[in-house]
């Protein structure tokens, strides 16, 4: 639509079905590259990508044109049929129901920024359920504790 402008930025997160780290360091590069041709396909701007062995967190510009559900739905879709395609693990991958989805202002993309590409330090001293609940916190989302993703352990560190 004509005179149309936007700029969002949205902060997406989630984890693998029942929090396995079953995402390796041997191919999480080559997984962060598969989805950001996803996120740009669909004509947002990846910002930051950053994986773990049980989640990952996805930094975008949003393009207004397309929901965020159907991005992510679009995201978890291909990304699980491409690692059973390439043989990526010998156990059955899929990522978990439901997401998170924080919306950030323009003066805090470069701290959302590092914060994703510094995962594997940040969770040398916080687990992903200690982060994930933060981050609902501080964006006063209210939740219930039996829809939050299934938290099996409190480590996710690469093998």
Same mark, same amino acid.
């Given at each position: 639509?004509?005179? #149309?402008? #936007?700029?969002?930025?949205?902060?997406?997160?989630?984890?693998?079905?029942? %929090?396995?780290?079953?995402?390796?360091?041997?191919?999480?590069?080559?997984?962060?590259?598969?989805?950001?041709?996803? $996120?740009?396909?669909?004509? &947002?701007?990846?910002?930051?990508?950053?994986?773990?062995?049980? &989640?990952? &967190?996805?930094?975008?510009? !949003?393009?207004?044109?397309?929901?965020?559900?159907?991005?992510?739905?679009?995201?978890?879709?291909? +990304?699980?049929?491409?690692?059973? #395609?390439?043989?990526? #693990?010998?156990?059955?991958?899929?990522?978990?129901?439901?997401?998170?989805?924080?919306?950030?202002?323009? +003066?805090?993309?470069?701290?959302? $920024?590092?914060?994703?590409?510094?995962?594997?330090?940040? &969770?040398?001293? +916080?687990?992903? %359920?200690?982060?994930?609940?933060?981050?609902?916190? %501080?964006?006063?989302?209210? !939740?219930?504790?039996?829809?939050?993703?299934?938290?099996?352990?409190?480590?996710?560190?690469?093998?």
């Amino acid at each position: 639509m004509a005179n #149309t402008y #936007t700029q969002l930025y949205i902060h997406l997160v989630f984890a693998v079905k029942n %929090r396995d780290s079953l995402i390796k360091k041997e191919w999480k590069n080559d997984l962060e590259k598969y989805i950001t041709g996803i $996120v740009q396909e669909n004509k &947002h701007k990846l910002l930051a990508i950053g994986s773990m062995p049980d &989640h990952i &967190h996805i930094l975008i510009g !949003y393009n207004v044109n397309q929901l965020i559900p159907d991005l992510v739905e679009n995201i978890k879709t291909s +990304s699980n049929q491409w690692i059973k #395609t390439n043989g990526l #693990t010998k156990f059955k991958f899929e990522w978990q129901k439901g997401y998170g989805g924080f919306s950030h202002s323009r +003066s805090q993309l470069d701290q959302v $920024v590092k914060y994703i590409l510094s995962q594997e330090e940040h &969770h040398k001293k +916080s687990s992903f %359920r200690t982060e994930y609940l933060e981050m609902l916190n %501080r964006n006063e989302i209210k !939740y219930k504790e039996e829809y939050v993703f299934d938290f099996i352990a409190d480590n996710c560190k690469w093998e």
